[in-house]
């Protein structure tokens, strides 16, 4: 037998045994193949815990084994045999590592955290085995130089002759390639891999400790007279937690991820809020197992040198150089422009918080523990409605389905059928199926609304299924949020900002079910993190719209529509507060910068310490504000994927108040006008430049005026002293 033939021979029982090895893995396995049930849609009821980590496993070797050939060809590059066949790799690790990841986020266990400790650092590895590998980056390089040298030539696609969407996709291979490290020697890549895995491990030590100290954290109360100033329904709420938590006969508060507690605005009882604001600040940095100080300074340590490594100055000019802001001076001067006014605003309301204090004789100053329960007073005093006034007329079935849906109808002219047929991982979790406007079938959606033990907090969607040309795949997605269960029998009342978190992460699973690409790189909401809450929060625009809001603000116990009076208060508040919420997030924001700004060399010892010297530099130390997140719980920065990139929310915000300023000038809730929206933005997911999109929808560059008017910043005190532009479209 020849040499070649033997190696071939050898190759072939190679490849038999390791596909002998994945059957025995994956045998009666629900994830080692395509769902059979509609979209594809995972077949919750089938799998099961053991079946994660075979299918993850298997999925690395599968597509290791899929590369293989790709970078080894003998052939000359070509798009078709390096770029789209690396886009058709990888399909059993991305259903399984998608449905893991998916399924722990809202459904964890310990046996799912443990798979997700195990597996963390694994993927990482298995990530740079394929964008460390030096010759497919040789393969991609060559490609992407090619089309740079013909570029002139044929603007759309280079000298490869390649579609937009073509050419866009090679480009976005290169910066990936060279982004993970593909340019760096041998030495260091070795080194590059070890941070890789340890901040891996980092960063779900975070999320599960975040996790594990909020539900560790409640707030036990004994009597019920403590509880005053609660409604029927929120002391239902109380009592079923304390159920839920084994304390029968006591009333039992659980916080949510954010600083800032549903409660403290209802409860007159002030020692007890004070606990409240104490247990939830102090969260994740009091000593314990679940202190996150340590994993924070760590991973900001590994960040900076990972940042060092590739070539940039810090962490957050490494992560926004792929943004649609680009560099660190732009965000810089995005927030220090904004903190003065915002802060001053903020002071402003606490003093007229401050007024109620002293004219009911209290001898106290406001504090954090107090502003939620004084603003209510003061909008009461100023607009003659609190809270509690609209909540009876935002029912959750009437918000989702007479709102959200109704205005995707109007705006889109979508249509639901709830199914009852699919499984689910949960009772509570419900499912449609959703029709385009010709009718035909678009997209599974799945709500996930209510808070439980085992979900992470916040609000968010993700995909099971993503939309691709190329796989002809439709897509599967999902909102979840953290609305607190009333008992059986209760109806599930809402607060204003949770009607508006609806209207905002359906916005990113309208993003998601409009998806028109061909390759899966680009799908859906597969775009520059801060671009990607722009069409999210346009959608939110739609939860005050009048004809949207009397369709579905009806009384949860005589159906009788919110009165136009009570409308028009809630319309005429829409500003009140803007200080306190935009001057904690803004804090936040500024944080995350502060700590992924910094050299290896400066990352500090002390943590708490550090943190406050940030926030007294920036200039909004204000303690009745504290930020949104303070760094110990900030899972956005140091376990999700905004590290450098919270300040995205606000930048998205500049986009969305001008589209929001640009569908009231052309009639509002109207088809054509989603329809545009639909055609030039939603369904071209990350497939062109995202400022690009905003512009071509809008006709010119964005102005930042609406956002300033919007959160009162426009006439707020410091507001004349300072220049806000922008973002730039380059």
Known sequence: MSLRLCFFACALLKLAQITGVFAADLKDNPLAAESGLPYRYPPFDKIKD??????????????????????NNS????????????ERTGRLLDRAERTFSNLNACDTNPTRQNIDKEMAPKLAAHRDEIFLNPKLFARVKALYEQRDKFAAANPSGGGLGLDPESAYLLERYYKDFVRAGAKLSDTEKEKLKKINAELAKLQTDFE?????????????????????????NQIAGVTAAAKAEHKEGKFVIQLQNTTDQPLLGSLQNRPLRERIMQASLSRNSKGGEFDTRDIVLRTAQLRAEKAKLLGYPNWAAYQLEDQTAHDVPTVNKLLADLAPPAVANAKREAAEQQKIVDQD???????????DFYSEKVRK?????????????????????????FAANKEYGLTFKERHDLPVYQPDVRTW??????GKPLAIFIGDYYARASKRGGAWMNAYVQQSGLFATKPVVAN????????????????????RTAFHEFGHALHGMFSNVKYPRFSGTSVPRDFVEYPSQVNEMWATWPEVLGNYAKHHMTAEPMPQALLDKVKAAEKFNQGFKTTEYLSASLLDQAWHQLNPSDVPKDAVAFEAEALHKAAVDFPPVPPRYRSFYFSHAFAGGYSAGYYSYLWSEVLDADTVEWFKQHGGLKRENGDRFRAMLLSRGGSADALGLFKNFVGRDPYIEPL?????????????????????TK
């Not at 053991?50 to 970078?71: N, T, W, Y």
Request: net charge negative; with cysteine; proline share 8%.
């Open 433 to 438: 199926e959703v029709f385009d406007r010709d």
């Open 708 to 728: 300033l008017k919007r959160r009162g910043l426009d006439h707020a005190p410091g507001a004349d002293d300072t220049k806000t532009e922008a973002p730039p």
């Open 381 to 405: 005093a100023k607009y003659n409605f609190d809270e509690s006034e609209v909540r009876p007329y935002y029912e959750l079935n009437h918000v989702i389905v007479d709102g959200v849906f």
């Open 361 to 371: 004789k209290s001898a106290f100053q406001i504090a954090a523990c107090d502003w």
């Open 480 to 499: 979840h949020l953290n609305i607190p269960k009333p008992p059986q029998g209760e109806p599930t009342l809402l607060t204003q900002d949770e009607v």
């Open 50 to 71: 053991e079946d994660f980590v075979p299918a993850i496993e298997a999925g690395m070797r599968e597509q290791l084994k899929e590369i293989e050939p790709i970078a």
């Open 208 to 232: 599960q400790n975040v996790l594990k100290e909020k539900n560790a954290s409640s707030v036990v109360v004994d009597r019920k007279e403590d509880l005053t100033g609660l409604s029927d």
């Open 75 to 86: 052939e000359k590059p070509t798009f078709d045999n390096t770029i789209i066949a690396l």
